[in-house]
């Protein structure tokens, strides 16, 4: 297991959950967010609902 985060988006137009690695360092207006990134993916159970996120790569 590698230590990481996922930052809430603050935006109107909808997009793919991101996760950066190392513990989160505040900036100016916000974090700053590492340049490289795993795109979360999210994989529900059709009988129950339930949800399992991945962030391969």
Known sequence: MAEGY???ERSSLPGLGRWYRGAPVAGWFGLK???????IATWRCQRCGFLEQYAKG
């Open 33 to 39: 967010l590492p340049k490289t990134y795993v795109d």
């Open 6 to 8: 996922v930052p809430h």
